[in-house]
């Protein structure tokens, strides 16, 4: 119950494309889902979160789209960019604490 | 301003011997976590420290302990180390524990366990 399950394991897409990251939960005691970026040899850095009293969050090219009733969330990056190649990790954390439950990661490439 | 802290960045160990990672959390944090990034895994919750005590732990056993400092820096302890406990060691701050906002990671400490 504690499990983020996260997909694909690896995403590979063109300059300019739509990169889509999928997650989903059981804890209905989750209120946070915040989404890392990890760049190698670098510490996890936080892109978007979002709680679950809205639907989505878009800061730029990256929007979250957050589906309660189907515990799911999803990561969406706009017009990818190569720069934008890294692994990219949902989690999720319950009230009153920010003891994080990380999904397994997705690498994303991006080819111009 | 400087983010988290941490050292030593890479550390070679033997198996059964005990091993001590240091961070300094962002200034103007009191709460530090520490996570464990096992090679192509998501990090893993070891513990919290808040006011100089442990206040949460993750599924982990007692070879790992922590101390958290009165200038809120922290130390992550192991003992007794075996190969799985090779991995990314990552030190996480933040603002109360209570708020669910936004962790910062440092670029953690990669130990090898030969």
């Known amino acids: 119950q504690q499990q983020v399950k996260q997909s694909p394991q690896s995403l590979i897409v063109q300059k300019g494309g739509i990169s889509i990251i999928n997650c989903a939960y059981e804890?209905?005691?989750?209120?946070?889902f915040p989404w890392y970026q990890q760049f190698p040899g670098k510490g996890p850095a936080l892109l978007i979160a979002?709680?679950?009293?809205?639907s989505e969050k878009k800061e730029g090219r990256f929007t979250i789209s957050f589906n309660k009733s189907a515990k799911q969330f999803s990561l969406h990056i706009m017009d990818s960019q190569p720069g934008d190649s890294a692994t990219y990790f949902c989690?999720?954390?319950?009230?009153?604490?920010?003891?994080?439950?990380f999904g397994t990661g997705t690498r994303l490439q991006v080819f111009p | 301003d400087a983010g988290v802290t941490q050292s030593p960045t890479h550390l070679i160990k033997t198996r059964g011997q005990q091993v001590t990672l240091r961070c300094s959390p962002k200034?103007?944090?009191?709460?530090v976590s520490w996570y464990q990034q096992a090679l192509g895994q998501g990090p893993q919750f070891i513990f919290q420290y808040y006011e100089e005590e442990e206040r949460q732990r993750g599924n982990f056993p007692d070879r790992f302990s922590g101390h958290q400092f009165p200038n809120y820096s922290s130390e992550l302890n192991v003992n007794a180390l075996l190969l799985g406990d090779s991995a990314l060691y990552l030190c996480?701050?933040?603002?109360?524990?209570?708020?669910?906002?936004?962790?910062?990671f440092g670029e953690g400490s990669r130990l090898t366990v030969l």
């Open positions: 200034s103007g944090h009191d709460t």
């Open positions: 996480a701050s933040s603002f109360d524990p209570r708020n669910t906002g936004e962790l910062f």
């Open positions: 979002i709680r679950p009293d809205v």
């Open positions: 804890n209905t005691a989750f209120d946070y």
């Open positions: 989690a999720a954390s319950a009230h009153n604490t920010d003891k994080l439950i």
